[in-house]
């Protein structure tokens, strides 16, 4: 079954994996409503660029993953203006590095906001019409931090495994829709939310940028690689597929290796 003129939402998509997922179901034929933060120039060419390069309609949401009001909006207007959301893909997400007594109480509260909340209110508002349709993929971005834990990540560790957690609960009650609800969990892939950690990191450890990304980032990883954003982007393309239609409550590791040790 192709997924052309299928509609698509994904957060968090101006930039990194989010727009590397976005152009992915674009080149299929999917119609995307991009989401996220940056500057509104470059977001408008990265919107017009996906049309003219893949011929499909795409769109911009500057809906705040903060707000819950926003959150459900921006689903229920493409509901109601836009053919519904077929295929809803919670990527968005902020990092913090610090020690569990030094982590500031309104940056947990955010991360914990944009990493989880955000995706319960954003399944919340899509699942009606998932439902009367019969046919639905969600699909969470969560981390090897789903499955394993590193120090001064609390807030992060926390969001992540509770994304996997709402990922299970949600696979369960839609089951009988044909809806299937499943979270990717990449190791380290090289963005900008990774290269913004890095200076908190070594300040944290008391490390060179050199020595966080040889002996901190990529010792987690077997392969000693980055995951690319375009492996990412084709697994959760994998998982909106006929193909797939069985996999659901998964948690989908992408970590060259990093969560078999």
């Not at 309609?57 to 519904?84: F, N």
């Not at 892939?189 to 950690?197: A, I, N, R, S």
Request: with cysteine.
């Amino acid at each position: 079954m192709t997924l052309k003129n299928r509609n698509a939402i994904v957060t968090g998509s101006t930039s990194g994996i989010g727009l590397a997922i976005a152009r992915a179901f674009a080149k299929e034929g999917v119609n995307v409503t991009i989401n996220g933060l940056g500057d509104p120039a470059a977001i408008e060419a990265e919107r017009a660029g996906i049309e003219k390069e893949f011929g499909v309609k795409a769109y911009y949401s500057p809906a705040d993953m903060t707000q819950p009001e926003e959150i459900r909006a921006m689903v229920k207007e493409a509901e109601e203006q836009r053919g519904g959301v077929d295929i809803l893909v919670n990527n968005a997400g902020v990092q913090h590095v610090a020690p569990i007594e030094d982590f500031p109480i309104e940056t947990w509260n955010l991360i914990l906001a944009i990493n989880l909340s955000a995706a319960f209110h954003a399944i919340a508002a899509a699942i009606p019409g998932m439902k009367s349709r019969k046919w639905g993929r969600i699909i969470s971005t969560a981390s090897a931090h789903s499955l394993v834990a590193s120090p001064f990540k609390s807030a992060y560790v926390t969001a992540k495994h509770g994304l996997a957690g709402l990922t299970k609960t949600a696979a369960l009650e839609l089951a009988t829709f044909g809806v299937t609800v499943n979270c990717i969990s990449p190791g380290y892939v090289w963005t900008p939310l990774v290269e913004k950690q890095i200076p908190d990191t070594m300040e944290a450890r008391h490390l060179t940028r050199e020595q966080v990304i040889n002996d901190v980032i990529l010792a987690a990883q077997p392969t000693k690689q980055f995951v690319t954003a375009d492996q990412v982007a084709s697994l959760a393309v994998y998982l909106s597929t006929d193909a797939a239609a069985q996999i659901t409550g998964a948690n989908i590791s992408i970590d060259g290796g990093w969560t078999a040790e």
